[in-house]
């Protein structure tokens, strides 16, 4: 195992020169000019001259890119060129708005997906077995930011029951944790935890109703493969009772390959929650950066894009260690 977790920290490292050799390229290959969008339209050519070399901009690609990775390996993905703030400072301020999102989506997504997703494997064939192949198809297939927009039309302009825009309303709690959620009841204020619930409501549907569809069907089919197992026909031929069989001998079977699947839905999330974040004005490092493409900060860009492939890699080493750690049986030698 402890060869496994180097093995996958070296793999962290590759991924890391990988994603900066591509982001280094996407950035230069983009249209427009940084300098001239920090200078202004109204600045002359010698002041955006200027500010090029401040910036590095007029060196050698290679010495730009050496400085670049350099600065990465030090934590400094640079400085916004809108705000002037460091960018893992402005990402990391807004990040606990977009881990709450998707752990709320994700824990959405499980306690729906793995009961609808057993009853459809019990009930083979049923309206449930039906609804579980119908939510998986419109999972892969719905753009995030669609759903995202009929959940607005529907739930807060038809039926006004949700806001559709914003994390707050108010005053909020006092910041300890950044995640309003936890603040409120740290705060032990009730008003203020309703008022953050209310918001969370329609990205966390959108982005739950996305993932609940795939991981169901996956506890679906799983559960039909274990209970036409031999162990379990063994069970039902010694008397056990059906319940007893489902929940104690099928289920933990059942639900191992989860952890993969679980690890593949926060990296989806990682994704479709940029778009969500947008369509509902969220103020997550997803919508951050969105602002960030259209204002051609580079440095943003390209430090989230960093940031999101080391989060990708180390989830899933951490879902194959837990996988090894749950079942022997696929544990790396």
Do not use: C
């Amino acid at each position: 195992m402890a060869r496994f977790v180097l093995q996958r920290l070296v793999l962290l490292a590759l991924v890391l020169v990988g994603v900066s050799l591509i982001t280094f390229a996407i950035a230069h290959l983009a249209p427009g000019d940084p300098a001239r969008m920090m200078a202004g339209p109204a600045a002359s050519a010698e002041a955006v001259a200027t500010l090029r070399a401040e910036l590095g901009l007029d060196l050698p690609l290679w010495h730009q890119y050496a400085r670049y990775l350099g600065d990465l390996l030090r934590f400094d993905l640079g400085t916004s060129n809108v705000s002037g703030e460091p960018v893992l400072g402005e990402i990391l301020s807004r990040a606990p708005a977009s881990i709450e999102l998707m752990g709320s989506a994700l824990l959405l997504s499980l306690l729906v997906g793995i009961p609808i997703g057993i009853g459809a494997a019990v009930k083979r064939g049923g309206w449930l077995d039906r609804t579980v192949s119908g939510l998986s198809v419109a999972g892969i297939s719905v753009p995030p930011f669609w759903l995202g927009l009929v959940m607005v039309i529907v739930l807060y302009r038809q039926f006004e029951w949700f806001p559709a825009s914003g994390r707050f309303t108010g005053d909020p709690p006092p910041r300890v944790t950044g995640f309003l959620l936890m603040d409120s009841l740290l705060a032990f204020d009730l008003q203020a935890l309703a008022a953050a619930a209310a918001h969370l409501a329609l990205p966390v549907l959108s982005l739950a109703l996305l993932e609940t569809g795939p991981l169901a069907r996956l506890v679906r089919n799983q559960m039909r493969a274990v209970l036409a197992s031999d162990y379990v026909r063994m069970a039902r031929a010694s008397g056990l009772p059906e319940r007893t069989i489902l929940w104690r001998h099928a289920l933990r079977n059942a639900l191992t390959p989860l952890v993969t699947l679980v690890a593949a839905s926060i990296a989806m999330m990682l994704f479709g929650s940029v778009s969500l974040e947008t369509v509902f004005g969220w103020p997550g490092a997803g919508h951050y950066v969105v602002q960030s493409i259209f204002a051609l900060d580079f440095p943003v860009i390209m430090g989230f894009a960093v940031l999101t492939a080391i989060a990708y890699v180390l989830v899933n080493t951490v879902a194959d260690v837990a996988l090894g750690l749950i079942d022997p049986q696929v544990r790396p030698a």
